[in-house]
């Protein structure tokens, strides 16, 4: 069976101090992953989707950015945390089909202070 | 207009009630269907797939009316471990959103002894 993982759990991190967050999915071959963020009391917003490796696709421009080195690694980053940057991270990853259901890893959620 | 709007609530049931709460999306191209629960500060979960009229899982009843746009989620006989945010998730089918999913903010259900 699927499984994925993601790391921290919870991040508390300082103002301009750099990010990294990782993702990684077993038990299945060349998925496409997502990277989601989830403000307090809001939905989810999609940040970014990767179709294959070293594939990236950004939704919306912020001071964050992502890469896929590997097949099922995902991984989040920042040069520098903004206070705005605080929330819920999450990563999902779905079948290569797309638009199909797509499933949660445990979350990061990040405090920058 | 938002792509998928739910009714935020909180909709409070009595325990062994029945409740049903719907959720809108805009883009009529839309072809496959997702209700998520999601507890607090958890990841949300995948509850029930739809890919045609509803679907049916226990207690949980999905119901799709696609002249108006709109899918339910009925749940019977309701138990306190129902208490959770219920998302839905549409598949907008967009020639240039291949794999991605559209989200609404959720819908609160409190289940009450």
């Known amino acids: 069976s699927q499984t994925i993982h993601q790391w921290p759990a919870t991040l508390v991190q300082p103002v301009g101090s750099p990010l990294s967050l990782e993702c990684t999915v077993e038990g299945t071959s060349n998925p496409n992953l997502y990277w989601y963020r989830q403000a307090a009391g809001r939905g989810l917003q999609l940040l970014f989707y990767?179709?294959?490796?070293?594939?990236i696709s950004s939704e919306v421009p912020q001071n964050l950015s992502a890469s896929r080195p590997q097949d099922r690694q995902f991984i989040l980053s920042s040069k520098k945390l903004l206070l705005s940057d605080s929330g819920f991270y999450l990563c999902?990853?779905?079948?290569?089909?797309?638009?199909?259901?797509?499933?949660f890893g445990p979350g990061t959620r990040l405090t920058v202070l | 207009r938002k792509e998928v709007e739910q009714d935020p609530g909180p909709f409070n049931v009595p325990e062994g009630a029945t409740v049903a709460f719907n959720c809108t999306y805009s883009n009529s191209a839309s072809q496959s269907f997702f209700w998520y629960r999601q507890d607090c500060r958890k990841e949300p979960k995948l509850l029930m797939s739809v890919y045609s009229s509803g679907n049916e899982d226990g207690r949980f009843t999905a119901q799709l009316n696609r002249a108006s746009q709109y899918i339910s989620l009925l749940i019977r006989d309701s138990k306190l471990s129902d208490s959770a945010t219920y998302l839905c998730v549409v598949n907008p089918n967009l020639t240039d959103s291949w794999g991605k999913l559209q989200f609404g903010a959720g819908t609160q259900v409190v289940v009450t002894p």
């Open positions: 999902a990853w779905s079948t290569s089909e797309g638009g199909n259901e797509q499933f």
């Open positions: 990767s179709v294959g490796i070293g594939q």
